[in-house]
Nanobody, 112 residues
Framework: QVQLVESGGGLVQPGGSLRLSCAAS????????VGWYRQAPGKQRELVAL???????NYADSVKGRFTISRDNAKNMVYLQMNSLKPEDTAVYYC??????WGQGTQVTVSS
């Protein structure tokens, strides 16, 4: 089973940027769609961004124009570049291989 490990979370001020990374342990990663999800306290987990095997992307309306998802299949990596962060972006962010594994999550806190 593919294992996923997220990194790059932290504390950032409103308007700042962070880049999340998701590293996968297996080559199957390259043939599946991968999504970034987030879950804020007291809320359901929601899809933030999705990238297909070929590179096509989809975003939640709340992050369009601010977040960018990308992947490097050769390195089994997926990234989430987050710009113009808002306090409402505060959540635990998870990487998910569609139909398969979830990562353990990385905390993102946007606060002054």
């Amino acid at each position: 089973q593919v294992q996923l490990v997220e990194s790059g979370g932290g504390l950032v001020q409103p308007g700042g940027s962070l880049r999340l990374s998701c590293a996968a342990s297996g080559s199957i990663f390259a043939i599946n769609a991968v999504g970034w999800y987030r879950q804020a306290p007291g809320k359901q987990r929601e899809l933030v961004a999705l990238i297909a095997r070929g590179g096509s992307t989809n975003y939640a309306d709340s992050v369009k124009g601010r977040f960018t998802i990308s992947r490097d299949n050769a390195k089994n990596m997926v990234y989430l570049q987050m710009n113009s962060l808002k306090p409402e972006d505060t959540a635990v962010y998870y990487c998910h291989l569609l139909g398969g594994s979830w990562g353990q999550g990385t905390q993102v806190t946007v606060s002054s």
